[in-house]
């Protein structure tokens, strides 16, 4: 069973253009996080998403941010005209339903590293 | 509101000598607590997890950590150091088990550990 999978792994983007992140849950898992990790600082949570629905974005930030789980194909952050205070590294975590992980237990893939020039 | 308080940003250890990471927790409910390991440049993988079954917590590569709802605590343990040890810890905490609430999880600032030859 393939674990969380990201890509790209590593990205570099200039001011005023466009970073795609993309996440690929667990195979059986239909929730998605996506935290923020910023230098020298914990993980901070963006936004959870379950198949074609935005659950909680609680943690995004209100312009040029945005996320979408369709019903086929991978979880995807995208981060419009990005600024160097972009640059960080976005994790994706997923879940299985509540019913099967009371506790919430979620896996995280490897990240992807945004930079910002 | 959930917070996560890891008391030390650095601990050095001799390899060998064993290994205190500590945290606290604030939280008006019974929580799931976890601990994650992170190397350089890599994603997260959970250490071990608290789930209410039991305070004394055993986890993967001779960790454990003891839930102390008394001292709102969860502190991280290790008898004796080895070098690959050496990366950053978080404690999280999951907001999940509280009505209405998503399941985000909640991280410390870190702990970075190094440990000596």
């Known amino acids: 069973n393939a674990g969380v999978m990201q890509n790209p792994r590593h990205l570099v983007r200039r001011r005023g253009q466009e970073a795609r992140l993309r996440c690929s849950p667990m195979?059986?898992?239909?929730?998605v996080y996506w935290y923020r990790q910023l230098p020298e600082e914990g993980l901070k949570f963006m936004v959870y998403?379950?198949?074609?629905?935005?659950?909680?974005e609680s943690g995004m930030p209100k312009e040029r941010f945005s996320a979408e789980f369709p019903k086929e194909g991978p979880s995807i952050l995208r981060i419009q005209q990005v600024v160097r205070g972009d640059s960080a590294a976005y994790f994706c975590?997923?879940?299985?339903?509540?019913?099967?992980?009371?506790?919430?237990?979620?896996?995280f893939g490897p990240g992807t590293r945004l930079t910002v020039l | 509101a959930q917070s996560v308080t890891q008391l030390d940003s650095h601990v050095s250890v001799s390899e060998g000598t064993p290994v205190l990471l500590r945290c606290n927790y604030s939280?008006?409910?019974?929580?799931?607590l976890f601990w994650y390991v992170q190397h350089p440049n890599k994603g997260l993988q959970l250490l071990l997890k608290?789930?209410?079954?039991?305070?004394l917590v055993k986890g993967i590569n001779g960790f454990e950590a003891e839930f102390k709802k008394s001292e709102t605590s969860f502190h991280l343990t290790k008898p004796s150091a080895h070098m690959s040890d050496a990366a950053e810890y978080f404690c999280?905490?999951?907001?999940?088990?509280?009505?209405?609430?998503?399941?985000?999880?909640?991280f410390g600032q870190g702990t970075t550990l190094q440990v000596k030859p």
């Open positions: 975590a997923s879940s299985p339903p509540n019913g099967g992980n009371p506790y919430n237990e979620q896996f």
């Open positions: 195979k059986g898992h239909s929730h």
């Open positions: 998403l379950q198949k074609e629905n935005i659950i909680d």
């Open positions: 939280s008006s409910y019974s929580p799931s």
């Open positions: 608290y789930t209410s079954a039991a305070t």
């Open positions: 999280v905490v999951s907001d999940l088990m509280r009505s209405g609430n998503t399941g985000k999880l909640i």
